[in-house]
């Protein structure tokens, strides 16, 4: 059986009839000859957008080489944001980030993935200015901390909040409550 990260012969002649699946393709090549293989897993294409798996500690020092790539350019954040999956034991917590190059039109997204009992993940606000916020608002809703960022705090809920309203711990509803009906919410 081939490894995920190889292409197949149907694969080549997808890519060769899309020209997005075609960017794709060169942009993983390129990954590999940058980072290594062994780099990048769960590789797929979502929504025409090369999405792969890293791990957190060499997130960093990846981001870093693709803004600083000539060829690539990866010089603009889109998003970054925190993300909970409780059903997957070690690795329930999470960051997605969206990387895209302004000039040459390339998108990629990255994520790594992370115990729920070691919420860390290394600070981008030395990379990228936007990530400040987007950081503030992974610990605020998820609880993940930033190392050497350089004001973490919450910024959308009140600080004395003793809990991170958007990890999955908690029911979408209150079944006690007596003042809704399902009439009103179409249910």
């Keep these: 059986?081939?490894?995920?990260?190889?292409?197949?012969?149907?694969?080549?002649?997808?890519?060769?009839?899309?020209?997005?699946?075609?960017?794709?393709?060169?942009?993983?090549?390129?990954?590999?000859?940058?980072?290594?293989?062994?780099?990048?897993?769960?590789?797929?294409?979502?929504?025409?957008?090369l999405t792969a798996t890293t791990t957190r500690e060499q997130i960093h020092g990846i981001i870093a080489g693709l803004q600083q790539d000539e060829e690539l350019q990866l010089n603009f954040l889109t998003t970054m944001c925190g993300i909970h999956w409780p059903e997957q034991e070690g690795r329930e917590l999470g960051m997605v980030y969206h990387l895209h190059s302004l000039t040459r039109n390339i998108r990629l997204r990255l994520k790594i993935?992370?115990?729920?009992?070691?919420?860390?993940a290394p600070t981008l606000t030395d990379l990228y200015s936007a990530a400040n916020w987007m950081e503030r608002e992974a610990f605020d809703?998820?609880?993940?901390?930033?190392?050497?960022?350089?004001?973490?705090?919450?910024?959308?809920?009140v600080e004395d909040m003793d809990y991170h309203p958007m990890r999955k711990e908690y029911a979408l509803e209150d079944g006690t409550r007596e003042d809704k009906t399902d009439l009103f919410f179409g249910r």
Aim: proline share 8%; aromatic share 10%; hydrophobic share 45%.
């Design 113 to 120: 993935f992370f115990p729920i009992a070691d919420p860390v």
């Design 141 to 157: 809703f998820y609880g993940i901390i930033f190392p050497g960022h350089p004001n973490l705090m919450r910024i959308l809920n």
């Design 1 to 49: 059986m081939a490894d995920q990260n190889e292409s197949t012969p149907a694969q080549e002649q997808a890519a060769a009839q899309d020209p997005a699946a075609q960017q794709n393709a060169q942009l993983l090549a390129l990954l590999h000859r940058l980072f290594g293989e062994a780099a990048f897993t769960d590789v797929e294409e979502s929504y025409g957008i």
